[in-house]
Nanobody, 121 residues
Framework: QVQLVESGGDLAQPGGSLRLSCAAS????????MNWVRQAPGKGLEWVSG????????YYADSVKGRFTISRDNAKNTVYLQMNNLKPEDTALYYC??????????????WGQGTQVTVSS
Protein backbone atom coordinates (compact mmCIF):
# COMPACT_ATOMS: atom_id res chain seq x y z
CA GLN A 1 0.00 0.00 0.00
CA VAL A 2 1.00 3.62 -0.38
CA GLN A 3 3.13 4.94 2.44
CA LEU A 4 4.60 8.40 2.97
CA VAL A 5 6.93 8.75 5.92
CA GLU A 6 8.20 12.19 6.86
CA SER A 7 11.26 12.85 8.97
CA GLY A 8 13.60 15.68 9.88
CA GLY A 9 11.34 17.81 12.00
CA ASP A 10 12.94 19.31 15.08
CA LEU A 11 13.30 22.35 17.27
CA ALA A 12 15.24 25.10 15.51
CA GLN A 13 16.22 28.64 16.36
CA PRO A 14 15.00 31.59 14.32
CA GLY A 15 17.32 31.97 11.37
CA GLY A 16 18.24 28.32 11.49
CA SER A 17 17.76 25.55 8.97
CA LEU A 18 16.13 22.15 8.78
CA ARG A 19 15.78 19.58 6.03
CA LEU A 20 12.64 17.50 5.87
CA SER A 21 12.47 14.21 4.02
CA CYS A 22 9.51 12.16 2.83
CA ALA A 23 10.17 8.55 1.90
CA ALA A 24 7.55 7.11 -0.41
CA SER A 25 6.60 3.54 -1.20
CA UNK A 26 3.77 1.55 -2.72
CA UNK A 27 3.43 3.51 -5.95
CA UNK A 28 5.51 4.64 -8.93
CA UNK A 29 7.00 7.68 -7.27
CA UNK A 30 8.56 9.15 -10.41
CA UNK A 31 5.19 9.59 -12.10
CA UNK A 32 3.48 11.81 -9.53
CA UNK A 33 3.90 15.35 -8.33
CA MET A 34 4.54 15.76 -4.63
CA ASN A 35 3.70 18.50 -2.18
CA TRP A 36 4.46 19.75 1.29
CA VAL A 37 1.54 21.07 3.33
CA ARG A 38 1.69 22.40 6.88
CA GLN A 39 -0.69 23.04 9.73
CA ALA A 40 0.20 25.52 12.43
CA PRO A 41 -1.31 25.17 15.90
CA GLY A 42 -4.95 26.19 15.85
CA LYS A 43 -4.93 26.94 12.11
CA GLY A 44 -5.98 25.24 8.91
CA LEU A 45 -3.88 23.49 6.31
CA GLU A 46 -1.49 25.64 4.29
CA TRP A 47 0.09 24.43 1.08
CA VAL A 48 3.83 25.15 1.22
CA SER A 49 5.47 23.81 -1.91
CA GLY A 50 5.09 21.39 -4.78
CA UNK A 51 7.27 19.69 -7.36
CA UNK A 52 6.40 18.03 -10.66
CA UNK A 53 7.06 14.36 -11.17
CA UNK A 54 10.26 14.97 -13.12
CA UNK A 55 11.48 17.62 -10.68
CA UNK A 56 11.79 20.29 -13.35
CA UNK A 57 9.08 22.58 -12.02
CA UNK A 58 8.74 23.73 -8.45
CA TYR A 59 6.30 26.07 -6.79
CA TYR A 60 6.18 27.84 -3.44
CA ALA A 61 3.77 29.70 -1.23
CA ASP A 62 4.65 33.37 -0.94
CA SER A 63 5.27 32.89 2.77
CA VAL A 64 8.25 30.60 2.12
CA LYS A 65 9.50 31.74 -1.27
CA GLY A 66 13.23 32.44 -1.19
CA ARG A 67 13.71 30.52 2.06
CA PHE A 68 12.51 26.98 1.30
CA THR A 69 13.61 24.67 -1.51
CA ILE A 70 11.79 21.54 -2.58
CA SER A 71 13.59 18.75 -4.40
CA ARG A 72 13.19 15.08 -5.14
CA ASP A 73 15.32 12.04 -5.83
CA ASN A 74 13.29 9.65 -7.94
CA ALA A 75 15.93 6.96 -7.58
CA LYS A 76 15.43 7.04 -3.81
CA ASN A 77 11.66 7.66 -3.89
CA THR A 78 12.16 10.65 -1.63
CA VAL A 79 11.09 14.27 -1.66
CA TYR A 80 12.85 16.90 0.42
CA LEU A 81 12.14 20.32 1.82
CA GLN A 82 15.18 22.41 2.69
CA MET A 83 14.10 25.16 5.05
CA ASN A 84 16.45 28.08 5.64
CA ASN A 85 16.10 31.30 7.60
CA LEU A 86 13.36 29.76 9.69
CA LYS A 87 10.87 32.02 11.42
CA PRO A 88 8.64 31.36 14.42
CA GLU A 89 5.65 31.46 12.08
CA ASP A 90 7.05 28.39 10.31
CA THR A 91 6.18 26.36 13.40
CA ALA A 92 3.78 23.68 12.23
CA LEU A 93 3.19 20.03 11.55
CA TYR A 94 4.55 19.42 8.06
CA TYR A 95 2.88 16.84 5.84
CA CYS A 96 4.05 15.23 2.65
CA UNK A 97 1.17 14.77 0.20
CA UNK A 98 1.06 12.76 -3.01
CA UNK A 99 -0.60 14.46 -5.93
CA UNK A 100 -2.97 12.55 -8.17
CA UNK A 101 -1.14 13.48 -11.37
CA UNK A 102 2.35 14.14 -12.70
CA UNK A 103 1.73 17.86 -12.53
CA UNK A 104 0.42 19.71 -9.53
CA UNK A 105 -3.28 19.73 -8.81
CA UNK A 106 -5.21 20.37 -5.63
CA UNK A 107 -6.14 16.71 -5.42
CA UNK A 108 -3.94 14.89 -2.95
CA UNK A 109 -4.79 11.24 -2.55
CA UNK A 110 -2.30 10.20 0.11
CA TRP A 111 -0.76 11.96 3.09
CA GLY A 112 2.01 11.14 5.52
CA GLN A 113 1.66 11.30 9.28
CA GLY A 114 3.53 14.59 9.55
CA THR A 115 6.74 15.79 11.16
CA GLN A 116 6.81 18.59 13.72
CA VAL A 117 8.85 21.73 13.13
CA THR A 118 9.15 24.17 16.00
CA VAL A 119 11.01 27.45 15.58
CA SER A 120 11.77 29.14 18.85
CA SER A 121 14.63 30.74 20.72
Amino acid sequence: QVQLVESGGDLAQPGGSLRLSCAASGFTFSTYAMNWVRQAPGKGLEWVSGIYSDGRDTYYADSVKGRFTISRDNAKNTVYLQMNNLKPEDTALYYCAKDSRAHMTTSYDYWGQGTQVTVSS
